[in-house]
């Protein structure tokens, strides 16, 4: 099968449109999370594929662009919750490049803001010149998880 790269869009085009976009990223905004992959290793599962008990990788450190969104407060009998949520925007090509050789997926807890999330879901919506051949970003939303849920040493700061 043949490669077709988009007509008004050349390879090399795409190629500048990464480079300022990681240097956007890495540089200028300075955003990044700490991400703690689940330990497979660790983790047991039962016959179903589940585990009440899950176990994380070491961290690391990913440079991405985040939407904070408003926290959600919600009162019941057993007193105040402040919940929320987070948007996270990766690169694609920063992901898969390098040392990282990071996707992240459900289940993944990040450190942010002194708090942890969950990532609940992960899409690749942009498609630049909406060719499937440049898809340049990674789109994670995560919502705040409990530290008592979370099998995660918590660091000194």
Known sequence: ?????????????????????????????????????????????????????KYYDVGFRVNCLLLYNEPEVTQDEFGTDVGGNIEMYFQRENLSSGSLNFYPETGDIVDWNKQYWEINGVTEPQLVAGHPEY??????????????SLQIEERSR
């Open 1 to 53: 099968m043949s490669r077709t790269s988009p007509f008004f869009l050349p390879e090399k085009e795409f190629n500048l449109i990464q480079d300022m976009n990681e240097e956007l990223i890495d540089e200028l905004v300075g955003q990044s999370v700490d991400v703690y992959k689940v330990s497979i290793e660790n983790t047991e599962e039962n016959l179903y594929g589940e585990s009440t008990t």
């Open 135 to 148: 898809n340049h970003s990674i789109n994670a939303t995560a919502h705040k998880a409990r530290l008592s």
